[in-house]
């Protein structure tokens, strides 16, 4: 369905307002005119012939009036002709229109008649082709502005699809008016951005690829402190913080090499939601051990979505454990709505630095920066990242009492009940 605000129905409307305003603008001046020729051709014509007749009659003279002309006194004059007003007007007498000059004189009344007088066909002719042409007029000026509407912007739509295809080849390039001008500095724009992101996709992957090996080092030697039987227990519970953390290291690590590769070339199978906010809500209970805070997973309406499983491990899982390093006490929820994960704490809500990842016009002073950020906008950016590659809506609002409810909301034509 064509929008209604369409440039090129603007345009056609246009044409067809000024054709409209010229015809009735044409059409006064013609209304004028037809008047005006009128007065001159008829009533001036009743007019002489009366100021010719009415002396001879007083005088006792003959009357020989032009053809189609008559001129009747006083009883002569027939009866539905009687008690005019004085000037001309028309008269239909049997079916016949009749101009008519009612006049008097020192002798009494007269009226000077015009028998033949065609104007009122000539006029009526007249009046027919100008709203033939005024017709012709409209539907050409509606044909002419969309005719011009689509040569203008049907360019403009090529060049927006090709555009929002990521086409390598831009139309309109070789074109020297406006619109090349606009499609050669869309193409500079677009090589410059393929540029910057394929450039940060292969620092990504290059990043990724060069910290695998340090993090296998780090987990194979934890695990083989961890193996040895007679390992100090000081010494066995660092080496279980260093395999945890090079594990999370690891996954992150995984979670960065899916984002910089194509959404084509990543398998998506179908991964329930559920299950995966249930482990990692199991997984992050070691980070409220000990606490006086509550980590609980209330469950809600199952479903699965079409996309990388590591992704959504990541996605859900970073969102868990901030809520639960940065709730001091109360409790950390997550549940699942329609299509959508939340998880949701009672701690001091989100710093201003922080919720400009969700809204820049939230953005905060670079004190409060400094003062509130605290790493905790790392773990949510990369969560919006993922969100942004799944096609999904990382949504931030303040909770009823205190505290944080961060949102995953997914697409609904990836999801499946």
Known sequence: MR??????????????????????????????????????????????????????????????????????????????????????????????????????????????????????????????????????????????????????????????????????????????????VLARAFAAHTSELRTYLERERLFTGDVSHELRTPLTVITGAAEIILAQPDANPATAAAAERILRAANEASACVNVLLTLARSRDRIAHPVTSVDQIARAETERAQSLVAGTPVALRFLGGPAFAIAAPPELLVAAVGNLIRNACQYTAQGEVAVRLGAESVLVEDTGPGLPLAVRAIFDPAQGAAPAAVAKGSAGAGLGLALVRRICEYLGATLVYSERVGGGSILEIRFNPALTKS
Do not use: C, Q
Request: overall charge negative; charged content about 20%; proline content about 6%.
């Open 3 to 180: 929008p209604p605000d369409s440039l090129r129905r603007r345009i056609a409307v246009a044409y067809l307002l000024f054709a409209l305003g010229s015809s009735l603008f044409l059409a006064a001046i013609a209304i004028v005119a037809v008047e005006g020729i009128e007065v001159h051709l008829v009533d001036n014509r009743l007019a002489e012939a009366a100021a010719w007749a009415a002396p001879r009659h007083a005088g006792g003279l003959p009357v020989a009036m032009p053809a189609g002309l008559s001129f009747h006194h006083g009883n002569a004059i027939p009866p539905p002709l009687r008690n005019l007003p004085e000037g001309v007007g028309e008269v239909h007498v049997d079916g016949i229109g009749l101009h008519v000059l009612a006049g008097k004189d020192d002798a009494g009344n007269y009226v000077v008649v015009d028998h033949e007088s065609d104007y009122e066909k000539i006029e009526l002719v007249v009046y027919s082709m100008f709203g033939v042409g005024f017709i012709g007029i409209m539907l050409f000026s509606l044909f002419l502005g969309g005719f011009i509407g689509r040569r203008f912007v049907t360019p403009i739509t090529t060049l927006a699809a090709a555009v929002r295809e990521s086409s390598t080849e831009l139309p309109l390039l070789e074109r020297s008016d406006e619109l090349g």
